[in-house]
């Protein structure tokens, strides 16, 4: 079955810089791949997501990456704000089969 | 107004007590989920249903059974509950049968402590 892996599972950052979180994932076919954030007590929610046949996506101060030789992707956050401070999920999917990487907790020092 | 609904939002049970924790949805969506996350920490996906009477077992054994009976109803039961089960439980659903793109909706989740 697909296994995916997230780093860092951590993340500190100044507002205004970037943020990167990396996944990678070990099914070949995986075709999907979304990512999700989660704030402090509240339920998971899309932000962006990515199809295999695209190899980068943008929505304003976010954009996704996708390498699908080397099986990663990545979520680029731009000029991060304090309300970008949460847990971000990466995950992968075949055939509506998806599996959620481990999460990163973002945090974003004002 | 479409969304997916849990109840209870939390649950404070003594050790044994057998518990059914509540999910439905409202979306018409065929695919359900159960998720235990503690908070903020990794999603483990413990049940998953395609649609009526579907129901299989996920990556994680919680000793939990659940049933889909109706479309829009996706219980949870633990028979005996133990402290190990204390956690955040998130029932999630999609509409993807047969596509490429694809959105869970989660639920607001059960925070259940079990003493």
């Known amino acids: 079955g697909e296994n995916v892996e997230q780093h860092p599972s951590t993340l500190s950052v100044q507002e205004g810089d970037s943020a990167v979180i990396k996944c990678t994932y070990s099914d070949s076919a995986s075709n999907y791949f979304p990512w999700y954030k989660q704030e402090l007590g509240k339920r998971p929610q899309l932000i962006i997501d990515?199809?295999?046949?695209?190899g980068e996506k943008k929505d304003q101060r976010i954009a996704v990456t996708l390498n699908k030789t080397a099986k990663h992707f990545s979520l680029h956050i731009t000029e991060t704000q304090p309300e970008d401070s949460a847990v971000y999920f990466c995950?992968?999917?075949?055939?509506?089969?998806?599996?959620f990487g481990a999460g990163t907790r973002l945090t974003v020092k004002p | 107004e479409a969304d997916i609904y849990q109840t209870p939002r939390y649950l404070v049970i003594g050790t044994g007590k057998k518990i059914t924790l509540e999910c439905s949805q409202t979306?018409?969506?065929?695919?359900m989920y159960w998720y235990q996350q503690d908070p903020g920490m990794e999603l483990h996906l413990i049940h998953y249903s395609y649609g009526v009477n579907s129901t299989e077992k996920g990556d994680l054994s919680s000793e939990s059974t659940v049933s889909r009976i109706r479309t829009e109803h996706f219980p949870l039961t633990l028979e005996s509950a133990r402290p190990s089960h204390t956690s955040q439980y998130l029932c999630a659903s999609d509409p993807c049968t047969g596509m490429v793109r694809c959105e869970q909706y989660f639920g607001p989740g059960t925070r259940l402590t079990v003493t």
């Open positions: 979306m018409g969506h065929d695919k």
């Open positions: 995950a992968a999917s075949y055939n509506n089969d998806m599996r």
């Open positions: 990515i199809r295999s046949n695209v």
